[in-house]
């Protein structure tokens, strides 16, 4: 079974920055698509940004320019570089593994940006 461990997160001022990590287990780390998510209470999980196996990323229009993702084949982990915060980040940060059709994902890390 593949697992994801998500850190990193926490309270953050406004225009502040955080990097989040997300650690794989497993030795098919580098074929995965990986993913960042975030869901905010009373709205839907949203894809944040991806990277593929070979290292294409994928970013929403809300963060792009400001937060970074990549991945570190040898450590197995995924991160996701967050800069000039807002308000509206916060949210519980999930990470996602995908292979094929297999899914996989984190307990989620919180992000609170706040003052």
């Known amino acids: 079974q593949v697992q994801l461990v998500e850190s990193g997160g926490g309270l953050v001022q406004p225009g502040g920055s955080l990097r989040l990590s997300c650690a794989v287990s497993g030795r098919t780390f580098s074929r995965y698509t990986m993913g960042w998510y975030r869901q905010a209470p009373g709205k839907q999980r949203e894809l944040v940004a991806r990277i593929t196996s070979d290292g294409s990323t994928f970013y929403v229009d809300s963060v792009k320019g400001r937060f970074t993702i990549s991945r570190d084949n040898y450590k197995n982990t995924v991160y996701l570089q967050m800069n000039s915060l807002k308000p509206e980040d916060a949210a519980v940060y999930y990470c996602?593994?995908?292979?094929?059709?297999?899914?996989?994902w984190g307990q989620g890390t919180q992000v609170t940006v706040s003052s």
């Open positions: 996602n593994a995908e292979l094929g059709n297999r899914y996989y």
